[in-house]
């Protein structure tokens, strides 16, 4: 079945410094790998997200690389700022279900 | 987002009693999904709707029941036999097979005690 892996659980980083979100998936059909961030009491939202005919894309501060062969796909965030301590959360789709399966997620913070 | 409503926000019901949480989306999206979210967790597929009048379980969907007679509507049936019924639960839409995002309702907490 689908599953999708999300490490690290808990990541602290220095404000200005770099942060990194690791995701695998089981399925090799899964074809579209979209980013949420969830701030406390709040819903999820979309940040970026990758097709499989795209090895990496960027806005802003933020990249998504993919690794189709590997299964994996990770989450860049450069220069972080205060703002962006919240949940993160991976996650993969089917276009033949559209079935959408979520990481555990990762909990961000920025210290000053 | 106004684009989909879910109510109430807040639930309080008694072991044993079926609630029904209500979600309501005017994006014209094909497919809408039920996610369950407990602390410290992501979210799990409860069920999802690819169009009216068909839908799948997903990885939790015992306890539960959905419909889906109109586009705009998928409200999910918690029932008594959901063992952990207690959770914060959101409803999201997405256009069908085109690998669209997600986009989420405010959720419902639901408190069964």
């Known amino acids: 079945g689908e599953n999708v892996e999300q490490h690290p659980s808990t990541l602290s980083v220095q404000e200005g410094d770099s942060a990194v979100i690791k995701c695998t998936y089981s399925?090799?059909?899964?074809?579209?790998f979209p980013w949420y961030k969830q701030e406390l009491g709040k819903r999820p939202q979309l940040i970026i997200d990758?097709?499989?005919?795209?090895g990496e894309k960027k806005d802003q501060r933020i990249a998504v690389t993919l690794n189709k062969t590997a299964k994996h796909f990770s989450l860049h965030i450069t220069e972080t700022q205060p703002e962006d301590s919240a949940v993160y959360f991976c996650?993969?789709?089917?276009?033949?279900?559209?079935?959408?399966?979520f990481g555990s997620g990762t909990r961000l913070s920025i210290r000053p | 987002d106004g684009g989909i409503t879910q109510s109430p926000k807040y639930l309080f019901r008694k072991e044993g009693q079926n609630v029904t949480l209500s979600c309501e989306q005017n994006?014209?999206?094909?497919?809408m999904y039920w996610y369950r979210q407990d602390p410290g967790q992501g979210l799990r597929l409860i069920y999802y709707?690819?169009?009216?009048?068909?839908?799948q379980k997903g990885d939790i969907a015992e306890g539960y029941s959905v419909s889906r007679e109109k586009k705009e509507s998928f409200p999910l049936t918690v029932t008594s036999a959901q063992k952990n019924p207690t959770a914060f639960y959101l409803c999201?839409?997405?256009?069908?097979?085109?690998?669209?995002?997600?986009?989420f309702g405010n959720g419902t907490r639901l408190t069964v005690t």
């Open positions: 999201a839409s997405s256009d069908r097979g085109n690998n669209s995002p997600l986009h």
């Open positions: 399925d090799s059909a899964s074809n579209y």
């Open positions: 990758i097709r499989s005919n795209v």
């Open positions: 996650a993969a789709s089917y276009s033949s279900a559209s079935k959408i399966i």
């Open positions: 994006l014209n999206h094909d497919a």
């Open positions: 709707s690819q169009i009216v009048n068909d839908f």
